[in-house]
């Protein structure tokens, strides 16, 4: 018998069970992989600040750099390049910081179990496939799987492979826009360190380990390490964060952001938004307590989510031409703006400098009507 049962050993399961654990609860957390921290679906972007909100400070081997570039590449070739230092943007390694906070779950009074997947919910708990376990709350933060089951129009086939390269240098992202052969998403480069990094691709209808051995082909001289295969989720997050007595996190609840995926800090924090309303749950027995998480997180991130839902409409709609024409807008003076001015964890205003520029406007008015004034106010 536990209070709470969290299914998915990842950020948000993770830190929701840190939460609750914290405040002296009775919670197991199950995860149906051999090892926290495996497979390593992610990218490992994440801003020193996001981390700091999350209440870590990530240990050396979690650790390698901070991110100083990223270089955006158009259809043709063109490309800028932003600043990203003042960003404090960090490449973490996911499989330890996923076991640094599952240390700081275990040291609060957590238990956690590997090889131990959920089956169903029951009367009295929920059954796994070893045995019936009986709590009062079940969190569900097994990710994407959770979401296809539901609703398959927000998945994106993605693949990724780890990488030795000499083209790939340490503290330099690059990121390659192309509608034709990454439809609605883009292709990119994230360093672990100098000569090694991730390499991914995205896009809808794809055919992703083509494309990305086309990728990689081009880019030059390589030897691959590891291939993960795995969908994104686009489509922002589900309406509903409590359903009863199961209470929803994480990429399970579409935390991941909508223009890129990434959700360490926002599906992070939507465990950590979990854990306490949950915590104050079991206290009070009252359901509305439960129900403060997602007013918690919809206040946080329910006006960027929405923009940057926006953002993606706009730019599944516009072709390569489009694309390269906008970057043809681009001017120093707004790379050294977006350098010098934005937040890595909200980042739609970036987007719209990219589109609202010079003639650049125009034709995306053209294009999306009424769908970008909604985005620049």
Sequence with gaps: MYDVVVAGGSIAGLLCAREIAEN??????????????????????????????????????????????????????????????????????????????????????????????????????????????????????????????????????????????????????????????YPGFFAWIIPSGEGRGKVGVAGKGIQVSETLEEFLEKKGKHSTIRKIFAPVWVKGPIKKFVEGRRVIIGDAAGQAKPTTSGGIYTSGMGGVFAGRAISKFLKSNNESDLEEYQKKWNNQFGEEFEKQLLARKILERIDNNTINKLFDSITPEITKEISENEDFDFHTGSIVKLLGLKGSLKTAQIIIGGELKKLLK
């Design 24 to 181: 002296k609860n009775t919670v197991l957390v199950i995860e149906e992989d051999y090892e926290i921290g495996t497979p390593e679906h992610c990218g490992g972007l994440v801003s020193i600040k996001g981390l700091e909100k999350l209440g870590i400070i990530p240990f050396r081997k979690t650790f390698d750099h901070l991110i100083e570039s990223a270089i955006i590449y158009a259809p043709n070739g063109n490309n800028f390049s932003i600043n990203s230092k003042k960003q404090q943007v960090a490449e973490i390694s996911r499989r330890e910081l996923d076991k640094q906070i599952a240390h700081q779950a275990q040291k609060n009074g957590a238990e956690i179990r590997v090889r131990t997947s959920f089956q169903e919910l029951t009367e009295n708990g929920i059954r796994t496939n070893k045995e019936e376990i009986e709590c009062k709350i079940f969190v569900d933060a097994r990710g994407i799987s959770s979401l296809i089951q539901k609703d398959r129009t927000g998945i994106v086939p993605s693949a990724q492979y780890e990488i030795y390269a000499d083209w790939i240098k340490k503290g330099r992202v690059e990121v390659f826009f192309d509608q034709e052969k």
